[in-house]
């Protein structure tokens, strides 16, 4: 069965204090993983798209990586608009119309 | 740009009762998905809809029916609703019929089953 990971369930941060988000998997095989920011209230939004073990990708503060188990989601001099629910989730070979979700982390940025 | 819109935003029914909840967007996706969001768990999928007149049943599709009225629009019903219904329901669509596509996300309907 696939299974999608998420540490820590929440994290709060200074201002200013980077740190990493984790997104392990455990599938057979990997069509694409997916990270998306969700807001209290509001329907979650994308971020990145992953494809392949050593891939990365930035937006701003962000940076998403991919090895063959795990995701991180580094997060560099955070400010206090950066706090949100970060989700992850991974297509599989042959669910091309289903995503598996993880239960996502809850980042507080602290002014 | 509107782009997912979902009503009702927040919905009280007594178990046993029905009701229908809406999306329609205005993208021109081929794609439409219902999702269910509960406290620890991931969202999951209920239904999902690759092209107008189609419909397919998700991960959790038990005690609701869908209709995708038109390329824009794709409806969730509850028939008889349960207290284990009670969670925040999203909508979302993409441009293609499946496959590595961002999921557009509408802003949810908060639903409790008392």
């Known amino acids: 069965e696939d299974q999608v990971t998420q540490s820590p369930e929440a994290l709060r941060l200074q201002e200013g204090e980077s740190s990493s988000l984790n997104c392990s998997y455990t599938?057979?095989?990997?069509?694409?993983l997916f990270w998306y920011r969700q807001d209290p209230g509001k329907g979650p939004e994308f971020l990145f798209t992953l494809y392949s073990a050593g891939e990365e990708k930035e937006k701003e503060r962000l940076k998403a990586t991919l090895t063959k188990k795990e995701s991180f989601l580094h997060i560099t001099a955070p400010k206090p608009e950066d706090s949100a629910t970060y989700l992850c989730?991974?297509?599989?070979?042959?669910?091309?119309?289903?995503?598996?979700f993880g239960s996502g982390t809850q980042l507080t940025v602290l002014p | 740009n509107a782009g997912v819109t979902q009503t009702p935003k927040f919905q009280v029914l007594k178990t046993g009762q029905s009701m229908t909840l809406q999306c329609a967007q205005d993208m021109n996706h081929n794609s439409m998905y219902w999702y269910r969001q509960d406290p620890g768990m991931g969202l999951r999928l209920i239904y999902y809809?690759?092209?107008?007149?189609?419909?397919d049943k998700g991960e959790v599709p038990n005690g609701y029916n869908v209709s995708r009225l038109n390329k824009r629009e794709f409806s969730l019903r509850l028939e008889s609703a349960a207290p284990s219904q009670t969670s925040v329901y999203f909508c979302?669509?993409?441009?293609?019929?499946?496959?590595?596509?961002?999921?557009?996300f509408g802003s949810g309907t908060q639903l409790s089953v008392l």
């Open positions: 599938v057979s095989g990997l069509r694409g």
């Open positions: 989730a991974v297509q599989v070979p042959g669910s091309a119309r289903q995503l598996t």
């Open positions: 809809s690759a092209s107008e007149g189609t419909t």
């Open positions: 979302a669509s993409i441009p293609g019929r499946g496959g590595n596509e961002k999921l557009f």
